[in-house]
């Protein structure tokens, strides 16, 4: 269906930074579709990996014990603050899993409550539940009756979210920096009040770490910029390489709420998928792309800085690691289109807003010459 305005290209081959199209011309990607091949195209490692265990066991049910599944929670489990995984096939549906171990967790551990606090701007997915916690009224437009006990308060704003807690209240989800809405770095004080005033009232505080997880941001996770930890983090984009994996990460005494028959999922963590996300984060960790990722980060923001000191339309460079925007004066949606041109795939958070989120393997040479397909785009702006 005609649900996305696509660009006039068709993408038929990739490796590394760099993906080709129908017609043999190469684009440098700093799209890597949406955050989501953290490790460059076609990755050895993944490749690897997929080939060996598709043509050992594509799929069983999660009525069995599956070998790669068991083995990828234990690697999450063992780099994060959780205890217990579960694995789903996307963004929304980890967001949807936590919504519904919140409501559990609320009903059997906390008097029956039920609210869940979200942010203006934020993005949580498409599915009724996560488009209704999304704070933005046109992903919700249209689609009313939309499910009861979500709650949008102002993003960065402490005193908004402590005047918005009631008996009600079971969970804040947050994105720890805001992807979709436009690239939004909180202050360090926000993050940390989240979790005093979680402590303080017995809530539970969730990031979606969809976007930002898996090194995107110069650490493993968001939240380690922090130095805070929540009860329930979701992942999905880079988590499986390129292959659809999601999951949500939960504490042992919160994942308590969901017993066997809770929740489900046909395809979540199947052997193939999994075996993919046990590769993206042996090579995250074994490689050093988050200190990589941290290293190129800041090599791409000083030369941002420098472009916006030069065009004054530019109004801000923000973000943290390689997940950077840009947010002009005027809508840029025609720079997304130049930049195409000039053989550089950006994308927008927001009209305003242009965003950069490359391979966490790229290197000086990469970000040098995006910088310089970028400056002669902005020059003919
Ligand atoms: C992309 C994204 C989602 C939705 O993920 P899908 O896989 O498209 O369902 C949810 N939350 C955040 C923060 C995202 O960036």
Known sequence: MNTYARFPIALVRGEGARVWDADGKGYLDFVAGIAVNSLGHCHPAVAKAVSEQVRTLIHVSNLYHIEPQARLAKALCDHSFADRVFFCNSGAEANEAAIKLARRYGAEQAQGRSEIITALNSFHGRTLATLTATGQEKIRLGYDPLPAGFRYVPFNDLDAVVDAVDERTAAILVEPIQGEGGVVVPDVA?????????????????????????????????YEHFGVEPDVMTLAKALGGGLPLGAMLAREDVARSFPPGSHASTFGGNPVVCRAGLAVMETILEAGLVENCEAMGNALRQGLEALAQRFTFIREVRGKGLLLGLEMDRECGSMVLECMKEGLLVVLAGANVLRMVPPLTIGQAEVDEALEILERVLERV
């Open 190 to 222: 926000y993050i940390r009040g989240l979790r005093q005033l979680c402590d303080d009232k017995r809530l539970l505080l969730m990031f979606d770490e969809v976007q930002v997880g898996m090194g995107r941001t110069g650490r493993l996770f968001g």
